[in-house]
């Protein structure tokens, strides 16, 4: 095994309003479970840490995503992140495999301090939206394919047949417009196994955190992972005699889990359809159902204490818990740590643009891909264009010459130039129009201008995307905060806010594994 060492400095974001240098250490080898990417991280001269003050509890989130594993340890009182763990992934292979993450999840935990481990009290973990998979219930192993990852679509893998049969039935159950009737939905995934093979009596549904989440409880226990839900701190006993695991209701909405009443459907667990083909055509059998499918949780709330496998393999606190978690996307939302007040929103600008505005009115549009995610009282709803930095790159611009002309670049004034600039042909928001072709031309001579026309072409389509949430009665929009690559560019926030003609800046801290531990404090006690 090589390994390569890379030490640089990072800036780590706190919520007192300042950041604290530190010096990271990371280390990448061969394999994601053999690879482990550590930074330790202290407190500024003046403010005391958890490690210190042992008055304090610590909280944990852990984000899956899709290029690696990463974990954040964040303390209590301040709010301020104490140290950060990452083990990547190097293929998509490893991304989706189960294995990998229960290794990772040992590395992650393992790699804090073991001070630090003393003091979690809260711990919550979160993946990619829709990834999912069948797990067998007497041994905890994974059945079928594995895992049917987030972008798995029934039309892509399984063909037009397999398709169309998932399709209609899910329509004939479903109300019209729900996000389940997506292609890569929970439910499609579900649907289209039942149709390869009937599901056997022992398999239940689990999305990638519920899995992960008991691996966690059960300290890397395969066996005993199935039996998470048994260990519920809340909720109806007489549902808790049979393996099952826990969610959440962030990644329970693809799987058609009613949001608003907070209940699955009866057009999910009653006699519907889809009922019928995940019950082998046997009616009646809608509890059968049930108990295949994941209890769901308020994202943040108490389910249970860890096992005790858990707390010494790991020197966990007596105390630690885990609690309901939560998907990438909305977990990075979190991290941004505005607050939760109806019209507050954040643009992620990367690779795509995709933006998330907190409304105190619920809207979808399954056409255009805008659903809305509840969040406490309030509703994340979202919606994401094929428009997005991947077009910069596409026509040649590095970052070094991105920097320099952004300098140059004023954004007090617009581009003559109208660009619609997509990478290729296709939109699905704000407008869904398959065939709609990218517009960079007329191209001008000067690349300064050519980007000024790119920039602001980009920042047009997330204005039009907020105008269309607007228009189906979102909350409208009071304040943006800026995530991904694209937030770095001061000139181009200006432009933005001059565009959206609200506050506009970059925010705070962006990473899914942030907003986890944030959600983590959420009901923690105050410390003995």
């Known amino acids: 095994v090589v390994l390569l060492v890379l030490v640089g400095w990072s800036l780590v974001p706190c919520s007192l309003g300042f950041k604290v240098p530190v010096l990271g250490l990371h280390v990448a080898a061969g394999g994601a479970a053999a690879s482990r990417a550590f930074t330790v991280e202290t407190a500024p001269a003046g403010v005391s840490s958890s490690m210190s003050a042992p008055s304090a509890w610590l909280a944990v989130g852990l984000d899956f995503g899709t290029s690696g594993a990463r974990a954040c340890l964040v303390d209590q009182g301040s709010r301020c992140i104490l140290e950060t763990n990452e083990v990547p992934f190097s293929s998509r292979d490893e991304a989706s495999n189960p294995q990998i993450w229960s290794e990772a999840l040992d590395d992650l935990i393992g790699g804090f301090s073991r001070n630090a481990r003393g003091r979690v009290a809260r711990l919550a973990v979160g993946g990619t939206s829709a990834s999912c998979l069948l797990v067998d219930s007497a041994s905890g192993k994974p059945t079928r394919d594995g895992v049917r990852m987030y972008d798995w679509s029934v039309a892509d893998y399984g063909g037009s047949a397999l398709a169309d ?28 196994w039942a149709i390869e093979e009937p599901l056997r009596d022992t398999e239940i549904l689990a999305h990638q955190a519920d899995f992960i989440m008991a691996h966690l409880w059960a300290g890397r226990e395969a066996e005993q992972a199935p039996w998470m839900a048994s260990h519920l701190a809340m909720g109806p006993l007489e549902l808790r005699q049979r393996p099952g695991f826990v969610s959440d209701y962030h990644n329970s909405l693809k799987l058609g889990f009613d949001v608003q009443d907070l209940v699955y459907p009866e057009w999910l667990v009653g006699d519907s359809p889809v009922v019928q083909i995940l019950t082998g055509a046997r009616k009646g059998q809608g509890q059968s159902i049930r108990d295949r499918l994941p209890v769901v ?194 000139v181009w926030t200006t432009m933005r806010q001059r ?3 609200v506050p506009t800046e970059q925010a705070a801290e962006t990473e899914a594994a942030y907003g986890l531990a944030l959600l983590a404090l959420r009901d923690m006690p105050p410390a003995p």
């Open 165 to 192: 049969q998932v399709s209609t039935l899910i329509q004939e159950s479903a109300p019209q417009s729900h996000t389940a009737l997506a292609s890569t939905s929970t439910l499609s995934k579900l649907v289209a």
């Open 297 to 490: 949780e308020r994202p943040g709330s108490l389910v249970s204490r860890l096992s005790s496998t858990a707390i010494r393999r790991w020197g966990l606190h007596s105390q630690a818990s885990v609690v309901a978690g939560s998907t990438d996307s909305i977990s990075a939302f979190l991290a941004a740590d505005l607050p939760l007040i109806p019209g507050n929103a954040v643009t992620s600008l990367g690779s795509t643009l995709a933006i998330k505005l907190l409304s105190d009115v619920r809207v979808d549009d399954a056409s255009r891909g805008i659903y809305s995610h509840r969040l406490d009282d309030l509703w994340l709803v979202g919606g994401a264009s094929n428009v997005g930095c991947a077009v910069l790159r596409a026509e040649g611009f590095s970052n070094q010459e991105l920097a320099s002309l952004s300098e140059e670049l004023d954004p007090s004034f617009s581009s003559p130039l109208r660009y619609y600039p997509l990478t290729k042909v296709g939109e699905r928001f704000p407008v869904n129009d398959p065939g709609k072709v990218p517009v960079l031309e007329p191209k001008p001579a000067s690349r300064l201008a050519y980007l000024h026309a790119i920039l602001e072409g980009i920042a047009r389509v997330e204005k039009e995307g907020y105008h269309a949430l607007a228009d189906l009665g979102a909350s409208h929009l009071r304040q943006v905060a800026t995530a991904g690559g694209g937030s770095a560019n001061a």
């Open 499 to 501: 565009s959206l003609g």
